[in-house]
């Protein structure tokens, strides 16, 4: 048996050579060129000007032209200079007879061509000639490459939306501070509701509401060894050597807030900023630059719980709460995912027909590690983290299924809350489309309660996403009414069916609380909406409300919030009705259309 014959080990292939053109009239002259250059440079002919613009344009490699001066259609010196233009990285060479020299040094002097040739050319001088101008060529695409290293460099250290100093380059300077120890402030500045104004009014008013605020700390922080765009809504500004007082520099981040709380004009809108800022020392708080970013980051988390608007210095204990905060929304993601979440039912009754009118759905939540944890509690942070449309589309797709056993047989509806991330998710009609279908309840036994704070946005379009629902019969309630953007104008142009006066008002019953208890009671009649009492707690309250004329409350005086299979007890013991399945919501938007049009 023979053995096979080895292989030779593959050879390296070749450098390229380098790309010559020459460009004649006379077919003579061109063979001669590609004679002599051929067994050193790839060569390539053209008979005139316009052919040889075509192949450069073709071949932006070309790293040398060698052109007569004179051709007819275009003279030798034209060409060159239109050479110059389509590919300026090419060298240039032209040949000239003695009757064309003052021309010659012409192109050479107005840098059309490198040098000139006087015809004929002695091989060797053309050799020496093409030699120089390859170097050159080689030595200039050095230096652009060198030059596109040099701006890629750049890129990664400026953030391209804004031209401020990126993230990396904010690290590399904050580490060099660490290093030499030099004594500076960290202040991360934090846009709170820039996932708001992207929801509401699209990416482009975001982006231009994040540029204003970089001009804005330009003119105001030309001093600061770094100003940096550290994240899509936040900032950093890092001052060196600050005064040791903490209220100086809690002044002067006062004044950053001041100037950034101004709104900002987009196309016929004035978007409003609300800026939070955490502030970190070096090395007091932290002696390394991820410590610096992280404790800057905590302070300026708990500047944003306080309402935003203000600042805060970095504190220790802080960050153990941001620590549990972490362990908190992991835990409440998993639980989302694994429907470990509850739902409790309040019942809302109209005592003019002893019924239930509705079940309102609150979510509880009970940890293993963390006990029962407060609703306001989760859902805030469900709210700050952007979980709000998850937790939203979980609650809505669990009261779905579970009312098919409460709705008919103990209340007219169910009524589950809408936050405002989750009326804005694009999705939402759809989850709405879902819950219905999976669970097979009538859409007129739904009711969607909005906060008034939905139209502190896109009013358009939550009208729109409200018109949507009416159509498929779903019912509308608006919730805390009083408390927020609500008007005369809002009410005449919201197709909604019910409002709910917020509890605040019952609560200051013989303090004036009446008169507006009153007033929302008339207006809401007269619009032709429901108006349902909050927060009714004692019989006194309840003697006093249903003087005012309102019969449909809510609240501990009729039944805390109660599990699903505690509602059949709740009501056997109670004394009231079953009601039938709500009217559909089409009315209310037909109704709701005609205050428009009056309007």
Sequence with gaps: MTEPASRPPPQPAPPARERILCVDDEPQVLQGLAWQLGRRYEVCT??????????????????????????????????LAEARRIAPQTVRILLTGQTDLAAAIAAVNEGQVQCFLSKPCPPAKLQEAVGAAIRRH???SADRSGIRRSLAAEMVNLDPLTGLASRARLRQVLARACVDATPCALLMLNLGNLRDINAAHGNAAGDHLIVTVARRLQRQCQGALCLARWAGDEFAVLLSEPDADPGCLTAA???????LAI????????????????????PGHAADADTALKYAGIAAHEAKLLGGGTSCL???????KAEQRFRMLTALRAAIDADQLQLHYQPIVDLSQRRVRALEALARWHHPDFGQVSPTRFIALAEESGDMP??????LRR????????????????AVNVSMQQLLNDAFLTHVDDALRLSGLPPQALELELTESVFSQDTARVLATMDALHERGVRISIDDFGTGYSSLAYLQRLPADVIKVDRCFTGNLGQGGET???AALSIGHSFGMEVIIEGVETEEALRQLQALGASMFQGYLFAQPMPAAAVATWFEASGFAAAPVAATGAANCRAAEKRRKIK
């Design 263 to 282: 709104p900002v004009s987009y196309e016929d809108k004035l978007l409003h900023l609300r800026m939070s800022i955490g502030i970190a020392h070096v």
């Design 516 to 518: 507006i208890l009153a």
């Design 390 to 395: 998850r937790l939203g589309q979980w609650a």
């Design 399 to 414: 009261a779905c299924l579970e009312a098919r056993g409460l709705v008919g047989r103990h209340a007219a509806a169910v």
């Design 46 to 79: 053209a008979a005139g000007g316009a052919d040889a613009l075509a192949i450069l344009e073709r071949d932006p490699g070309i790293a040398v032209v060698i052109s007569d001066m004179r051709m007819p259609g275009m003279s030798g010196a034209a060409f």
């Design 138 to 140: 080689r030595e200039a």
């Design 253 to 259: 981040a006062d004044v950053l807030i001041a100037m």
């Design 314 to 320: 970095f504190r220790p204990e802080a960050a153990q």
